[in-house]
DNA sequence: CGATAAATCTAACAAGCGTTAGAATTTGAT
DNA sequence: ATCAAATTCTAACGCTTGTTAGATTTATCG
């Protein structure tokens, strides 16, 4: 199975707007990196937003479908929230240009397209929000407030993908189960009988 | 004392910048909000990479020297990590734009802006890095990995200038507090005795 | 008031942008 | 081998970009 142009063309394009920004990459520059001719883009794709959605669409989807196929066989919001963020951190880091792009450049979509996104991010956050207040009404989380410390997590995460890269110190699996514990710590506090 | 041009052109393009991106904003656009035009910049900044550089660097001595300036009398680990974090959270939500646009636009910054640049933002990092393991030495703090934590602190209270609005819930010194204990309890942990 | 400097203006430039039209080529099925 | 469809190409378009030159206005000060 070989990778087709416009698969191509959708992961180099995360790649560059990743490096230079949506409104610093140009469609020549992308046509370059494929290994083709500018106009021959269109053919796959219909326009540049049209690429920048492609990928901020597919980025969500997959996120919101692993995260919530994840929360099925979870039952303690203490287990939902070790996976959510372990789902979240290992999407981050392997496909990290795509997480990057579906971060920052919510504000180079258009109107319309705009929306929808946002509308999806707002049912990511919900999800790790609802898991969260679970945790408070069973008393197994003091958190002052739910939305504040969601938000907080969630950029922590986020933030990997800024950064990581796979020949690093540290592997995906360290990293999320120190970020984990690191949170986890600060809501629950229940590992601190040690000392 | 009235506003010079001068300083209208640096917050309105800060403002402008965190809108739309640097490579999303024109001199035009720039120039209509500041109420002038186009060719008029010209004679306050030598050019458009001029203005983000100076905003980039203006932010990042004040951010420099105010944190350091608290380090001061600040003794323990915790007492510093404390203060650290409130400067580091007030001046992402008071100057929220230009610490946005200081935080997102590294990579629109040319190779010799980029290079002083991320030399301050490393000095500022290691600030952070110092106090934690500072912390761990001492024994007050248990972290994994030291460069992680701050990476994680750091991503999370910058984050905030991503969201805040100064008429919101929640003041800045709450969501300061706020964040103060959801990282510290995880460090230390020393909250978790009451239950 | 008159002169010097600072600040802003109008107008234009060369270059680069996203996109399109239409021709040329490659691919796949019969 | 032939034809049709899919794909890629060359060439160009209209527009916007950052920036500059040079004229014009505004402020400063003896």
Avoid at 37 to 56: E, R, T, V
Avoid at 134 to 144: A, S, Y
Avoid at 175 to 194: S, T
Wanted: charged share 25%; hydrophobic share 40%; net charge neutral.
């Amino acid at each position: 199975m070989t990778t087709t142009t416009k698969a191509l063309i959708f992961k180099e394009a995360a790649r560059l707007f990743r490096e230079k920004g949506y409104n610093g990459s140009t469609q020549r520059q992308l046509a370059d990196r494929v290994g083709v001719q500018g106009a021959s883009i269109y053919h796959h794709f219909p326009s540049k937003q049209g690429i920048l959605y492609a990928i901020m669409e597919y980025t969500m989807t997959s996120l919101l479908q692993k995260v919530r196929c994840e929360m099925l066989d979870a039952s303690s919001p203490e287990a939902k929230l070790r996976k959510a963020i372990k789902v979240h951190i290992e999407y981050h880091t392997v496909d990290r240009d795509e997480t990057y792009v579906a971060d920052a450049e919510l504000r180079s979509l258009e109107a319309e397209n705009f929306k929808k996104i946002v509308a999806m991010r707002v049912a990511y956050e919900q999800i790790f929000r609802d898991i969260l207040s679970e945790g408070v009404q069973e008393g197994v989380m003091r958190i002052g407030d739910v939305s504040l410390a969601t938000k907080a997590l969630l950029q922590m995460c986020t933030g990997i993908s800024y950064w990581f890269s796979p020949g690093g110190r540290r592997s995906i699996d360290e990293i999320a189960d120190q970020y984990v514990e690191l949170f986890l710590f600060g809501i629950c506090g229940k590992l601190n009988n040690e000392r």
